[in-house]
């Protein structure tokens, strides 16, 4: 591993100018279970490492209680939000994705932000993120900019953010009520695993509980970058939410997923799924909302 | 009369390990945290071809490069260092590469980095030629040849066995099955990666520190080397640092020893080798894969008739023990179970992939998975029992195998009954859950598989009552040390921690031909408990005359040496030591002795009791698999052995537990995954080793038989937790939904497209 200087700001203006004093030659790190890899392997060779970790800002997770609005710090690490109450009650999509990253070692300094930010197809923290309609607050030398989070992603390891720019926080808009979500990852493992697929369902349901209003279905390592289904969505919305047409969702979804063949899993395996976790999750979905009212 | 746990004070004690603070606490060695003063560094660069002459070499800029001491590319290798049982795979290949891990040059360096940078440095001009990677292929009779200078890609090797008449017996067998069984490349996984440091005195004897579970053997190579470079005469010292984990896979020696060897020499300079993860994965071997054939039939009432196994090894394009595992699967297929006809024909074919190693178990979970998977079948084809198929065929207790195989003692039946116990076989599980069993045998009393099966103790006395014994025998995380300590321990009338352990340098350590086939406990057991025998005679000795009584009516227990029901006639031990010592004429209290079993090397005709005795046992699971996904749920496990004696449980459990667990990777998510030679997967991330989280809880009833020759009665435990439980969750899987995968690993994929094609 090359030598390297480590540089601490404690804000996130103060990273953006040391960045901007050694941009070819400085990287920023979060938690580092990226990066310190890419570093031993080589593959990534920095004279200076700029460490996000005592921006405060970055490390908060609230809830602002006015306006429903959920705010992540992209600091906030996997365990922080696995040991939230709020996040298990309200936001069980985030539970399910973040409390079976790597180990317990892995969330207890790994970030939501470095999750989404190493861009990786597999990553479960930007499922949840895109389910729940997240939108990234970035700021960089030309100042702030906010997008979705499913348009961060370009390519595998490759992203919208420009040389210099930090993703700072995620905001998650207020949820409607009726609402359910869920997220399962499909390995063969039980820990220190990525998935051979991940499906997050999200479902909003009209007053009387059956019609739904709102669906999001996304999938992680269907396509080059995370996902949305948008045909599978748009078959719900509008619909009385039933296993039959659950079913019909999961098909629709595993035909629109570019699911490949890999050394880890085959592409046809992988269809079959997200066909038959769409429905799973879809109900897992209904049983929140019904348990929640 | 056999004695029962109760008679024993150390012996059957649940004594934790001695060296688990320090490795707890980090301050155990391994070899990475060796330096030695002014160590140099070696690296290997390996082939990027599967099968390529090379054409060119160029290491000038490497030599150049500052920092670089030596530099060595197949040239450099004596024409007679060579490894393997057959000498088949010098250490860095000359002219020709024929796979992936084929070594084409090194380096040392004054850092790791430097030798890393140096191998980027140096020019290779290869000449690709075509690969072989499919075994069955490369025994064609026009297939291309791995080593153009032989005849064939299949090796002369001795495994056409027929005992009995099996023509015959199938004729008059009432029910015959016959199938075909695959299993993959799996790798130990070791949690401390492979490393050796060499250095040579003024006098060029060497000195290596390496991972090694054969001290004593890989002396012998170790000498063979110098001898190749000229080096004649000299001594070698091999000292084998705390390693973490071995399961068989430093049984031979590796290139990257005698590598660190020429380096050393040539440097003048103490040479480390330590591999990283992906290393480890790609320049270690593996178990040995298999294509099975296997056709067994049953009369009427379920007795087995006959046996029939033909295999085809891939014996990747070197040859180390892999290749013998046909000797040790020889045991579960002429033997588990009562059969007397049995045939058995393996062929190792060269391929252009990996070459394997022994890895625990050495060839019987390959074997066994056949096997039982195949007795399943079997006993639903003749209308019986799973269970009752084994107990009409257990082996029993006086038997003699046509192997040769003389079973002493025999708890199979109870093991069966302590899974039956556990787990419900009524087949009247919930939909998509099902119960499997499998049965196991393996060698439990030594191996004779070299011309001695022996190993040497030393035992000394020291002044205040505790004890050092040298040990030939060798601790590689399985807890020897412990076993050998209460052996000592319950023989002294001490504890375990009166006990000093010095293993694995064979500058002070007696001989030993290795920790392999779950014999240590056995072999150096027995060694550890003469030499304490003959040390309490001496002392005994000594005692007699002091006390005014008889010799044979000395005790030892509680650190005392006394004379039952004559409290006037006790002493402590530490004080009737010094005594000893201090005395005119005084005398010093060691022992030695050579312990080598009564067991017998199997003859050209492959027949021989090649074990004292043999440990059995059963393994139950309890599935549910997931007729969606494919995904297969392991909710229980019961383990059940017989272990002769368990010296200590608590670590018998343990190993237990570590071969249940390796087994099950082995059985549904463990594979090196290879495409066209290549190792696609040399990292944890995608080579599916079973997490803690993963990992299930397992029952392991333990049954004692009391082995007449075993010390205290013990057998060999350190392999069978892992032999039979890739058949016990395939036949549990069978029995859940209805279908048999033959191929291992179990993954999803494949039981989803055998659901797909039964439900079609």
């Known amino acids: ?293 | 009369m056999s004695k029962s746990n109760s008679d024993f004070s150390v012996v059957g004690k649940r004594i934790p390990k001695l060296d688990a603070a320090q490795k707890a606490m980090g301050r155990a060695e391994y070899i990475q945290d060796i330096k030695l003063p002014g160590m140099l560094y070696g690296r290997i660069l390996y082939s990027k071809y599967a099968h390529a002459n090379i054409v060119k070499i160029d290491t000038s800029k490497a030599v150049a490069l500052s920092g670089v001491h030596a530099v060595l590319t197949g040239e450099d290798v004596p024409e007679k260092m060579k490894m393997g049982f057959i000498k088949d795979n010098p250490p860095i290949k000359k002219g020709k590469v024929c796979s992936f891990r084929d070594e084409v040059a090194a380096v040392a360096a004054i850092s790791p980095e430097i030798a890393k940078k140096a191998l980027d440095l140096i020019e290779i001009e290869y000449e690709e030629q075509i690969g072989i990677f499919d075994p069955e292929k490369a025994m064609e009779k026009d297939s291309p040849l791995v080593h153009g200078h032989l005849k064939s890609n299949v090796l002369k090797m001795p495994w056409d066995i027929h005992y009995g008449d099996v023509e015959k017996a199938e004729k008059e067998s009432a029910f015959v099955v016959e199938d075909r069984f695959t299993t993959q490349w799996v790798t130990h996984c070791c949690l401390g990666t492979s490393g050796a440091i060499a250095l040579f005195d003024a006098n060029d004897n060497l000195t290596i520190h390496t991972n090694t579970q054969i001290p004593s053997l890989a002396q012998k190579d170790f000498l063979e080397s110098l001898k190749a470079m000229g080096l004649e005469n000299k001594r070698v010292r091999v000292i084998k640092p705390i390693i973490g984990g071995g399961f068989g896979s430093k049984l031979d020696t590796y290139a990257y020893e005698h590598i660190a060897i020429l380096l050393a020499h040539k440097c003048r300079k103490p040479v480390k080798i330590a591999f990283d993860r992906v290393e480890e994965f790609k320049a270690t071997s593996t178990r040995q894969p298999t294509i099975i054939y296997i056709k067994q039939g049953c009369d009427k009432n379920g007795k087995l008739t006959f046996r029939d196994m033909r295999m085809v090894l891939d014996n990747g394009a070197h040859t180390s023990w892999g290749a013998t595992t046909p000797s040790v699967m020889l045991m579960p297929i002429s033997s588990l179970y009562r059969v007397e006809n049995v045939k058995y024909v393996a062929k190792c074919v060269y391929t252009n992939n990996t070459y394997s190693q022994a890895m625990r178990g050495y060839g019987n979970p390959q074997a066994t998975f056949a096997i039982e998977s195949s007795m399943d079948m079997l006993a639903e084809k003749a209308g019986i029992d799973r269970i009752e198929i084994r107990r009409i065929n257990r082996n029993q207790s006086g038997d003699e195998t046509p192997q040769g195989l003389k079973i002493t003692t025999c708890g199979l039946e109870e093991c069966i009954d302590a899974v039956e116990k556990e787990l419900k076989f009524d087949g009247k599980n919930e939909k998509g859950v099902g119960t499997g069993i499998a049965s196991l045998i393996h060698v439990g009393g030594g191996a004779r598989i070299y011309g001695s099966d022996g190993c040497g103790a030393i035992l000394k006395m020291d002044d205040y009552g505790k004890v050092d014994v040298f040990t030939g025998g060798t601790d590689m995380g399985q807890g020897l040390d412990n076993i050998i300590a209460q052996i000592v321990a319950e023989e002294l009338g001490l504890l375990a921690e009166d006990i000093n352990v010095v293993h694995s340098d064979t500058d002070i350590c007696p001989w030993d031909v290795g920790a392999h086939a779950s014999r240590s406990t056995f072999v150096a057991g027995n060694a550890a408990l003469g030499a304490a025998k003959k040390v309490k005679q001496k002392i005994q000795k000594f005692a007699s005359k002091l006390f005014d009584v008889p010799a044979e009516k000395i005790e030892f227990k509680d650190k005392l040496v006394f004379v039952p029901g004559d409290q006037e006639k006790s002493m402590p031990l530490g004080k009737l030591l010094r005594k000893a010592h201090f005395s005119p004429g005084g005398t010093m209290l060691m022992a030695e002795y050579f312990y080598d079993p009564d067991n017998q090397n199997m003859g050209k005709e492959l027949k021989g009791n090649m074990s004292m005795t043999y440990s059995f046992g059963a393994h139950g699971a309890k599935v549910k698999v997931d007729e969606e996904t494919g995904k297969v749920e392991v909710l229980e496990y019961v383990a059940a052995h017989d272990v002769g004696r368990a010296i200590n449980p608590l670590l018998l459990e343990g190993q237990v537990y570590g071969g249940v667990v390796m087994g099950l990777g082995y059985a549904l998510t463990e594979e090196v995954t290879v495409k066209d030679g290549e190792i696609m997967n040399a990292n944890f991330r995608d080579y599916k080793l079973f997490t803690a989280k993963d990992a299930v809880k397992i029952k392991a009833p333990i049954i004692e038989t009391d082995d007449k020759d075993g010390p205290f009665g013990a057998k060999g435990i350190g392999e069978p937790g892992c032999v039979p439980t890739a058949p016990a969750i395939a036949n549990a899987i069978y029995d859940a939904v209805g279908v048999r995968i033959k191929d291992l690993p179990i993954t999803p994929e494949k039981v989803l497209v055998a659901l797909k094609k039964k439900n079609d």
Not at chain 1, 6 to 17: F, G, H, N
Not at chain 1, 64 to 91: C, R, W
Not at chain 1, 163 to 180: D, R, V
Not at chain 1, 228 to 240: M, N, P, T
């Open chain 1, 1 to 293: 591993m090359k030598a390297f200087k480590y540089l601490s700001p404690k804000t996130v203006e103060e990273a953006i100018a040391f960045h901007g004093q050694h941009s070819e030659t400085s990287k920023f790190i979060g938690g580092g279970t990226d990066v310190i890899v890419k570093l031993k392997e080589g593959w990534m060779e920095p004279d200076f490492l700029i460490s996000l970790k005592k921006i405060e800002e970055m490390s908060e997770l609230h809830k602002n209680e006015a306006t429903q609005e959920l705010s992540i710090g992209a600091m906030v690490t996997h365990a922080t939000l696995e040991k939230s109450l709020m996040i298990q009650n309200d936001y069980p999509i985030i539970y399910d994705a973040v409390s079976n990253i790597g180990s317990l070692q892995v969330r207890n300094v790994g970030t939501i932000g470095g999750n989404l930010i190493n861009a990786v197809p597999s990553a479960d923290g930007a499922i949840p993120l895109i389910a729940l309609d997240g939108v990234a607050l970035l700021h960089g030398p030309d100042g702030e900019r906010s997008c979705d989070v499913k348009d961060i992603f370009v390519a595998p390891y490759k992203t919208i953010l420009k040389p210099g720019e930090i993703l700072k926080k995620i905001a998650i808009p207020p949820q409607a009520s009726n609402t359910g979500s869920a997220y399962i990852k499909f390995g063969r493992r039980a820990a220190m695993e990525l998935p051979l697929i991940g499906i997050g369902v999200l479902l909003t349901l009209d007053e009387t509980k059956e019609i739904c209003i709102k669906a999001r279905i996304c999938l992680g390592v269907a396509a080059p970058v995370p996902m949305r289904a948008f045909g599978a969505e748009k078959l719900l919305v509008g619909k009385k939410i039933n296993e039959e047409i659950l079913i019909e969702a999961g098909k629709i979804a595993a035909d629109e997923s570019k699911v490949r063949d890999s050394v880890r899993g085959k592409a046809w395996h992988r269809k079959e799924m997200i066909r038959v976790h769409v429905r799973r999750i879809g109900l897992k979905c209904l049983e929140i909302i019904k348990n929640n009212s």
